[in-house]
Structures are given as C-alpha cells and as structure tokens.
C-alpha cells in the first residue's frame, strides 16, 4: 500500500507564496508521475501540475503556469509544489497524487491516479 502524506497549505496574502509537499511511502513500484489536483468547493477537481518519476519532465496547467513549479527529489520520494503569485482564485483544497504504471501517456487526468493525499488547504486572502 501507498501513503501519501501532504504538508505546507495555509493562508497567504495575494502575491505571495506557498510551498507545497507530498511525501510518499510504502511499496512505491511501477511510479509513473505525481501530480498535483485542486479542488474549490462546489467545483471539479482539476489538474495543477505533475511530473514524471523517472525523468523529472513536467507538465503545468495553463492557468498557473509561470507561477507555480512542481519538482521531485527521488531519494525522498517527495514532490515540491512551489506557489509563487497567488491569487484569490487559487484558493481550494489541494491533493497530491501518484499515478501507476510507467508508460501512461497523460498525467493530466485525475481518473488515471491510484494513491491520494488528504489535501491540504490553501486559501488566499485579497
């Protein structure tokens, strides 16, 4: 079984920043990416940004690209989402998530994840 453990949401201030963490444990085999999904009450989850295990390629929604950064750090295990510029309408509970097999072609869609986080809230005043 997988474990992912989210940390770092909080309240901020337009304009300023959040880093986001998702540590993962347990029997990780076959890690294809991690992604970061949002979800604001009332709305769907949409996709935020992930990146592959294995080689590190990104891919960052449109709406926040130029803003927010994803990484991962192998050796931990850990995906860094870092939020730079945020506004109120980032505001919504964030979810860290690992996607099986390796070979998946898209990492954009939520359905194709197996393991969730909690989430974490991240909440931006104007």
């Known amino acids: 079984q997988v474990q992912l453990l989210e940390s770092g949401g909080g309240l901020v201030q337009a304009g300023g920043s959040l880093r986001l963490s998702c540590a993962a444990s347990g029997r990780i085999f076959g890690a294809n990416a991690m992604a970061w999904f949002r979800q604001a009450p009332g709305k769907e989850r949409e996709f935020v940004a992930a990146?592959?295990?294995?080689?590190?390629?990104?891919d960052i929604a449109e709406s926040v690209k130029g803003r927010f950064t994803i990484s991962i750090d192998n050796g931990k295990n850990t995906v860094t989402l870092q939020m730079n510029n945020l506004q109120p309408g980032n505001t919504s509970v964030y979810y860290c998530a690992l996607q099986t097999p390796v070979g998946r072609p898209t990492m954009r869609i939520s359905g194709t994840y197996d393991y969730w986080g909690q989430g974490t809230q991240v909440t931006v005043s104007s």
């Open positions: 990146i592959r295990w294995a080689t590190g390629i990104t």
